[in-house]
């Protein structure tokens, strides 16, 4: 089993700032991507932000105000949100590619997601 736990979420007004953590556990041999999704109400999940090794990748809407950091031997994902908006509004889930013991294969495994509200 691999469990991804997230932390972090809350409500701030705009142009503040909120850090989002997630942990993985388990039967993990590796991880070899981990990421932030967003899913805002009637919308579609969306990559916010990945690190693999030491690139990373963000996206466009979030680009100079959002830092992704990893912790590979604890196993953790950081996503620390700057400037913040209304429309940054969403569901955000935490996502690993993991391999676990005794498999050859990476699997994609998700948090159960924490509420982030940008509102005055």
């Known amino acids: 089993q691999v469990h991804l736990v997230e932390s972090g979420g809350g409500l701030v007004q705009p142009g503040g700032s909120l850090r989002l953590s997630c942990a993985a556990s388990?039967?993990?041999?590796?991880?070899?991507?981990m990421g932030w999704y967003r899913q805002a109400p009637g919308k579609q999940r969306e990559l916010v932000a990945t690190v693999t090794g030491g690139n990373t990748n963000y996206a466009d809407s979030v680009k100079g105000r959002f830092t992704i950091s990893r912790d590979n031997a604890k196993m953790t994902v950081d996503l620390q949100m700057n400037s913040l908006k209304p429309e940054d509004t969403a569901v955000y889930y935490c996502?690993?590619?993991?391999?676990?013991?005794?498999?050859?294969?990476?699997?994609?495994?998700w948090g159960q997601g924490t509420q982030v509200t940008v509102s005055s």
């Open positions: 388990g039967s993990i041999f590796s991880i070899k991507a």
């Open positions: 996502n690993a590619e993991v391999r676990p013991f005794r498999t050859y294969n990476y699997y994609d495994y």
